[in-house]
């Protein structure tokens, strides 16, 4: 049991767009602007894609995008090229310097 | 360029003890704060400790907390993580990240090692 819910996984088309769901509490996600989003390829390092809900490390392309509303925060990714296939995991910074992740949500490019 | 490089996984009996090292370069590693962040096999991340650039903060995840000891040696850019009484549930890759702060904890990890692979088996 995570603190923070994903979808198991999601699927999507080349070309297509795909948001990935993260959904925590007031005392995290909703309360603080601190949720950041790792992709990890299988056998790899999880890579930051986002942090800070919305900002994009340099290097990152910017088919990737973040938000968020409420307690849930959401990873967009545009035109899906068959290399975003990957897990991908949310975290966010929650208290007394403790930080939490998703479950993790396997991304399916068809 | 950022390097985070473990070691120190290997195959450990149930009640024994195990450190990891993580050797930093290409960054000021006596200025940033650094994480031990897990994943069991086929499981998801779970974050486990944070020591900060001067030591004077560490925290920890309950799964280690009184098991785990986080420490850091700014000499020779070397994080560290002693783990003690093993579960067979301790058995993950131990990955260290580099936290994104700057003399201060920041909120999410920049840079991440590739791991090092801890085996809790009788």
């Known amino acids: 049991h995570s603190a923070l819910t994903q979808p198991a996984s999601v699927s999507g088309s080349p070309g297509q767009s795909i948001t990935i769901s993260c959904t925590g509490t007031?005392?995290?996600?909703?309360?603080?602007?601190?949720v950041s989003w790792y992709q990890q390829h299988p056998g790899k390092a999880p890579k930051l894609m986002i942090y800070d809900v919305s900002n994009r490390p340099s290097g990152v392309s910017n088919r990737f995008s973040g938000s968020k509303s409420g307690n849930t925060a959401s990873l967009t990714i545009s035109g899906l090229q068959a290399e975003d296939e990957a897990d991908y995991y949310c975290s966010s910074y929650t208290s007394s310097s403790t930080w939490v992740f998703g479950g993790g949500t396997k991304l399916t490019v068809l | 360029q950022v390097q985070l490089v473990e070691s120190g996984g290997g195959v450990v009996q149930p009640g024994r003890s195990l450190r990891l090292s993580c050797a930093a370069s290409g960054f000021t590693f006596s200025s940033s704060g650094m994480h031990w962040v897990r994943q069991a096999p086929g499981k998801g991340l779970e974050w486990v400790a944070v020591i900060s650039y001067d030591e004077n903060i560490k925290s920890y995840a309950d799964s280690g907390k009184g098991r785990f000891t986080i420490s850091r040696d700014n000499s020779k850019n070397t994080l560290y993580l002693q783990m003690n009484s093993l579960r067979a549930e301790d058995t993950a890759v131990y990955y260290c990240?580099?936290?994104?702060?700057?003399?201060?904890?920041?909120?999410?990890?920049?840079?991440w090692g590739q791991g090092t692979l801890v085996t809790v088996s009788s």
């Open positions: 990240a580099k936290d994104a702060g700057w003399l201060r904890l920041g909120d999410y990890f920049d840079y």
């Open positions: 007031s005392s995290y996600v909703g309360g603080y602007n601190y």
